[in-house]
């Protein structure tokens, strides 16, 4: 773990547990042990969202070769949640890794880079639209006449910012990047990796000329943040503290992007909580209530998170002895 990463991570941690305090350890573990096996049945609704996901991805791959199969999608966007989730990356270890998984099924770097990149983006896109869907619609009853206008700026300049990445995604920005990179430490460490990077530019273009491709990319994410909303009115259920369609959507959509704001601190660690505190009196939610929303959905990402860091784990250990054979068996 980088210094930058730690004390990131420090400052994350210091703020979960201090909010933690604030409401009180016991009474946030009580409401959040009321849930009982219920949290179980939140694990498994995580699936559909995690499905549409993969199908994101799935749907930029070549289907004519092995990587582009959608349980080779479903696996990479599983292990790449993990990593997000549970180690202290970022919100940059899930995508490289997903790269390197799908690389080692068979995909040419390129491709898979490309998929990936172009797949978060419009995951990107579309979690400010389901942002600002959550906020117009909890709006629309006059429940954010202060706080409305505000959240509705701060989500546009963030779709707006992601708009920018995509446009520098289709004139080069890795190539760029990397060149950049050469004439500060030298081209003879850098030329080549330039050269890849290049490849994965050309490789991004002709995935945007496909628009069909990437409008379905787009909607399948935006499927699976809606979908996240059942997952809030599930969590709240079995919390003792039921909400409309509406509030779970307001908690899920804000909630999201401010857990999408704070990507550097690894998983969101503090400022997760902090939002779902700041939204609970919009919809009537004692703070209590809404910390035990976070530390349920914590459990679930751990219930679904372990298994697929073990699952990582032993594909990169299976990678490696197979690549170790072929190398021996190359110099016989």
């Not at 490849?199 to 943040?225: H, P």
């Not at 959509?253 to 902090?274: H, T, Y």
């Not at 959905?297 to 697929?308: A, D, N, Q, S, T």
Request: aromatic residues 8%.
């Amino acid at each position: 773990m980088s210094r930058a990463a730690f004390l990131l991570f420090s400052i994350g941690a210091a703020l979960f547990v201090g909010l933690l305090a604030w409401q009180g350890f016991d009474a946030v573990t009580t409401t959040l042990m009321s849930a009982g096996w219920g949290l179980a049945v939140v694990a498994a609704f995580h699936l559909l969202p995690l499905l549409l996901d993969a199908g994101a991805i799935a749907v930029l791959l070549d289907r004519k070769t092995r990587h582009g199969t959608f349980c080779s999608a479903l696996r990479a966007r599983w292990t790449g949640e993990s990593v997000n989730s549970l180690l202290p990356a970022g919100q940059i270890g899930g995508p490289v890794l997903m790269v390197r998984y799908l690389s080692h099924r068979g995909a040419r770097m390129r491709d898979a880079a490309a998929a990936i990149t172009v797949s978060t983006t419009t995951q990107a896109l579309s979690q400010m639209i389901f942002a600002l869907l959550g906020i117009l619609l909890f709006g629309a009853q006059g429940n954010l006449s202060d706080q409305r206008t505000p959240i509705i700026v701060v989500t546009v300049i963030l779709a707006a910012c992601v708009l920018v990445f995509c446009v520098l995604q289709r004139r080069g920005m890795f190539g760029r990047v990397l060149r950049m990179a050469a004439k500060v430490f030298g081209k003879q460490n850098w030329d080549g990796l330039a050269l890849r990077a290049d490849a994965v530019d050309q490789a991004i273009r002709e995935m945007y000329r496909d628009r069909r491709k990437v409008a379905i990319s787009f909607l399948l994410n935006l499927a699976g943040w809606i979908a996240g909303t059942g997952e809030v009115w599930l969590i709240l259920y079995f919390l003792g503290h039921p909400v409309g369609w509406h509030e779970a959507l307001l908690l899920e959509s804000v909630g999201q992007a401010i857990r999408g704001a704070a990507f550097a601190i690894p998983g969101s660690l503090g400022a997760q909580e902090g939002g779902y505190l700041l939204l609970a009196p919009l919809v009537g939610l004692p703070p209590d209530a809404a910390l035990a929303l976070s530390l349920a959905k914590r459990v679930r990402e751990l219930v679904l998170g372990i298994p697929g860091l073990i699952y990582l784990h032993f594909s990169e250990r299976k990678f490696q002895r197979r690549r170790a054979r072929a190398a021996l068996q190359g110099t016989d």
